[in-house]
């Protein structure tokens, strides 16, 4: 089953909502510089409020270890997810740990080989962002990563194109942010409940093979 990750949660109607929907797990992003940036005090007071078998996930970029961990045990945040240019040394901080890969071609792939995470997940390569351009990049370099383990689509992922992605790619699970907002930081409802919905009804029906 693919599971659906939404990124970018800054209040407690936008997490409930889009558990409501149908979300595995959301993301809280710590990155000062990021417009979806939420303070740890919030994400606490929101991930304390979530119903039960609901994933977090704390999203970091080139942020201090010890930091990190504070802030991951402050909140309650489950899984770590690091989308700078950690070290795979890093990445053994936390025993679950997504890390993230912005791509442009197949040899961008070749650092996966040295990391071992429980995902890999694969955004649009941007000189100016660490994530959220609502771009999408070459979907072929993504079926080529899984043979690295677990990877999670992410860039550019909106309701008119998941269905596309999913059957294209078969990842582990899709991750979406900024295509689903009414304005930075926060999520457009009706967005949020057609993404997860087509996502979801093209999961139970996956059955596509991609051409070798």
Request: hydrophobic share 40%; glycine share 8%.
């Amino acid at each position: 089953m693919v599971k659906v990750k939404i990124c970018g949660i800054t209040t407690p109607e936008d997490a409930l909502a889009a558990v409501e929907y149908g979300a595995d797990a959301l993301g809280f992003i710590f990155f000062k510089e990021s417009p979806r940036y939420v303070d740890p005090e919030k994400a606490k007071q929101i991930v304390s409020a979530l119903p039960p078998f609901i994933t977090t996930v704390g999203v970091f970029v080139n942020e201090d270890p010890a930091e990190m961990k504070r802030i991951m045990e402050m909140t309650g945040i489950n899984i770590l997810q690091l989308h700078g240019e950690e070290s795979p040394d890093v990445c053994e901080m936390w025993p679950k740990v997504i890390k993230a890969f912005r791509v442009r071609n197949f040899t961008d792939l070749e650092p996966l080989r040295k990391f071992r995470v429980a995902a890999y997940l694969l955004d649009t390569y941007s000189p100016e962002s660490y994530g959220g351009t609502g771009q999408i990049f070459n979907w072929d370099i993504a079926v080529e990563a899984k043979r690295y383990g677990n990877v999670i689509l992410s860039g550019g992922l909106c309701s008119e194109n998941i269905q596309k992605a999913i059957a294209w790619v078969n990842p582990y699970g899709v991750d979406a942010s900024s295509g689903l907002e009414k304005s930075r930081g926060r999520k457009d409802y009706e967005k949020l409940k057609t993404f997860i919905a087509k996502a979801k009804a093209c999961v139970s029906q996956n059955t596509h093979v991609l051409p070798s």
